[in-house]
């Protein structure tokens, strides 16, 4: 059986030890996806989050080395640009999660790279990565995101960038679901919008507010 808080000492025990955290941690996560199986993992993940939960609720575990974000990615949605500030490990777990890294071009971002995290994987974006994720398939997909650092305390640091202007915004859970709903519209992505508002109810005010 999987269990958050046994899978978040292993990591931050492998972190600790190592010259490289990230490696260390997508390793660690790497063997847990192999052990358990997608499923049990998916599994217990669920029991740990609110039914309905928001952005901001699919974290599951929290502290100064680690943040662990259950992400249920509704079909077709895609979320705005944003950045971490500290690495990031996504082991996919149902469906497929498409990132998109950008790069400051003058006053726009331009596109630098898309990557496809694949059932049974594992990406690692650099702590400086700037970037979007998108889930191509018409169910939701499920991954586990690991982060070297704790998003509650490095919050006021991170950063959306506006769909429309490319202007850098300060970063929130709120924000992230508006900027997501902006990227949806823009590309009248329907099937998305109705999607992620199923998923997360709360997130029907953002898209009424853009109709």
């Known amino acids: 059986m999987f269990s958050i808080d046994v899978f978040a000492a292993r990591c931050k025990t492998a972190m600790a030890a190592a ?92 596109v630098v790279e898309r990557q496809m995290a694949e059932l049974g994987t594992v990406l690692q974006l650099p702590a400086d990565v700037v970037h979007g994720i998108a889930n191509p398939g018409d169910e939701t997909a499920f991954a586990l995101h690991l982060y070297g650092g704790d998003f509650g305390a490095i919050q006021d640091e991170r950063s959306l960038w506006d769909e429309d202007s490319h202007a850098e915004l300060g970063f929130s859970f709120p924000a992230l679901v508006q900027q997501s709903v902006k990227a949806m519209k823009k590309s009248d992505n329907n099937a998305g919008l109705t999607a992620l508002v199923q998923a997360i109810p709360a997130a029907k005010a953002a898209v009424d507010a853009l109709a």
Do not use: W
Request: charged share 15%; proline share 5%.
């Open 19 to 110: 010259d490289n955290r990230q490696a260390a941690a997508a390793q660690v996560l790497a063997d847990a996806i192999a052990t358990h199986g997608p499923e049990a993992i998916i599994e217990g993940l669920n029991a740990a989050v609110p039914p309905g939960a928001s952005v901001g609720e699919l974290i599951v575990h929290a502290s100064p080395e680690l943040t662990m974000l259950f992400a249920r990615i509704p079909a077709r949605f895609q979320s705005g640009i944003h950045n971490h500030t500290v690495f990031a490990c996504i082991g996919q777990l149902k469906g497929q999660e498409v990132n998109t890294t950008y790069a400051k071009d003058g006053e726009r971002l331009t």
